[in-house]
């Protein structure tokens, strides 16, 4: 495949995801999900400072267009916010999740494939950010997770056998926690949400097993992340339910826990 064809084919790739970034006119949208609030929580401290970091990104473009893209970071395990004029300037092994194409000069829509229907006329984008499709973005989001997670040579799953030893820490949305009252036995519980402030505190010279409920992409971001950090970080396969199907020990939470 030449150049030319790649050029277009990213393009293309762009396009469709900015499609499906998107619910259709007038089409009720689904609100936005604990899951899904927790990974930009983790990655941008809030909702909040990741929608005004988003759209203030968006207005760096001053009158011009170009992608507003939420972009997933393998190797760090981390989301970011990214503005680019087309799709050479996507960075290089990131994996965009989440796709707008704004035109910020009020009334102008660049991309013909997509008319002003309304949503993008201004310069905040607010009303396109309404019809954000919060499902599929996670659903991306949870692919890209996974797909880190299970790369050759990332070695990221542990075993419940491969537990022994090591420094488990519980890493189940706060209130997943709330509405339980066992953990495994010797765990402690971190908060996913604050992982860039307590990475800190893990000891650099043990494995470090991070669980959730089912084993998937809540653990599986927090280990990649503390990986990234430099710690002997892994996840544990199956999460908690896999612990306890399979008779492993378990603790009352009030009597084992130490925040």
């Not at 997943?176 to 066992?182: C, G, I, P």
């Not at 505190?201 to 599986?220: F, K, L, Q």
């Not at 992340?225 to 020990?249: D, M, S, T, V």
Request: hydrophobic share 45%; proline share 4%; charged share 20%.
């Amino acid at each position: 495949m030449g150049a030319s064809a790649i050029s277009g084919l990213s393009e293309k790739l762009l396009q469709e995801l900015y499609v499906g970034s998107l619910g259709d006119p007038g089409k009720y949208m689904q609100a936005m999900t604990p899951a899904c609030a927790l990974a930009l929580a983790a990655n941008f401290g809030s909702v909040e400072r990741w929608r005004d970091e988003f759209i203030a990104k968006g207005k760096s473009m001053g009158g011009g267009s170009g992608w507003l893209l939420l972009v997933f970071q393998p190797r760090q395990g981390t989301l970011l916010n990214q503005c680019v004029a087309d799709h050479t300037q996507v960075l290089a092994g990131g994996v965009p999740v989440l796709a707008l194409a704004l035109a910020l000069v009020p009334g102008r829509h660049e991309h013909a494939d997509h008319p002003d229907d309304g949503a993008t006329a201004g310069t905040d984008g607010d009303a396109l950010m309404a019809r954000i499709d919060w499902a599929d973005v996670y659903e991306r989001y949870r692919l890209a997770v996974n797909s880190a997670s299970e790369a050759p040579g990332a070695a990221l799953g542990a075993s419940a056998d491969q537990a022994a030893g090591a420094v488990l820490i519980d890493v189940r949305r706060a209130g997943v926690l709330d509405a339980t009252s066992t953990v495994i036995l010797g765990a402690n519980w971190r908060d996913p949400a604050s992982v860039g402030n307590w990475a800190a505190e893990m000891p650099a010279d043990r494995e470090v097993i991070v669980y959730c409920v089912h084993g998937h992409e809540v653990s599986r971001a927090t280990a990649l992340r503390l990986r990234a950090a430099g710690l002997k970080a892994r996840y544990l396969r199956g999460g908690i339910e896999a612990w306890q199907a399979a008779g492993r020990p378990l603790a009352e939470k009030a009597k084992a826990w130490v925040p």
